[in-house]
C-alpha cells in the first residue's frame, strides 16, 4: 500500500489550503490515519488524528478551530483543510495510515504503519 500526498503549497497567512492523502494498492483496509507536521528544526508534530470510519477526530491544541480532518472511505483518501493558516503552520506535512492488509501468498493478514513522502506548506506573513 502506497500513501501519496497532494494540495501542499505557498499561501499569505489567512489563506487555506486542502491537502489530500489517498492510498493505493490492494486487498488491504485502513484503519486511524493521521497528519503529522515537521517544521525546520522542530520537533514532529502530530496535528490530526481520524478514526477507521471517520466520525471521530483530535486535534492538536495549536490547530483546534482552524484545520479539520476527513475521509472519504470509497476513495480511501483522508484530507486535511486548513484555514485560517498562520505563518507558524510552515513546515512539510504527512500523512500516516495504519493498515491491514492480505499477504497474498499466505493469505495471512499484516498489520503496519505506512507514511507518506510529505508536502511543502509555506505560509507568508
Known amino acids: 500500500v502506497q500513501l501519496v500526498e497532494s494540495g501542499g503549497g505557498l499561501v499569505q497567512a489567512g489563506g487555506s489550503l486542502r491537502l489530500s492523502c489517498a492510498a493505493s494498492?490492494?486487498?488491504?483496509?485502513?484503519?486511524?490515519m493521521c497528519w503529522y507536521r515537521q517544521a525546520p528544526g522542530k520537533q514532529r508534530e502530530m496535528v490530526a488524528l481520524i478514526n477507521s470510519g471517520g466520525g471521530s477526530t483530535n486535534y492538536a491544541d495549536s490547530v483546534k478551530g482552524r484545520f479539520t480532518a476527513s475521509r472519504d472511505i470509497a476513495k480511501n483518501t483522508m484530507y486535511l483543510q486548513m484555514n485560517p493558516l498562520k505563518p507558524e503552520d510552515t513546515a512539510v506535512y504527512y500523512c500516516?495510515?495504519?493498515?491491514?492488509?492480505?499477504?497474498?501468498?499466505?493469505?495471512?493478514?499484516?498489520?503496519?504503519?505506512?507514511w507518506g513522502q510529505g508536502t511543502q506548506v509555506t505560509v507568508s506573513s
Open positions: 494498492g490492494s486487498a488491504f483496509s485502513i484503519n486511524a
Open positions: 500516516t495510515a495504519q493498515i491491514t492488509e492480505v499477504d497474498l501468498p499466505t493469505a495471512k493478514l499484516k498489520e503496519y504503519e505506512r
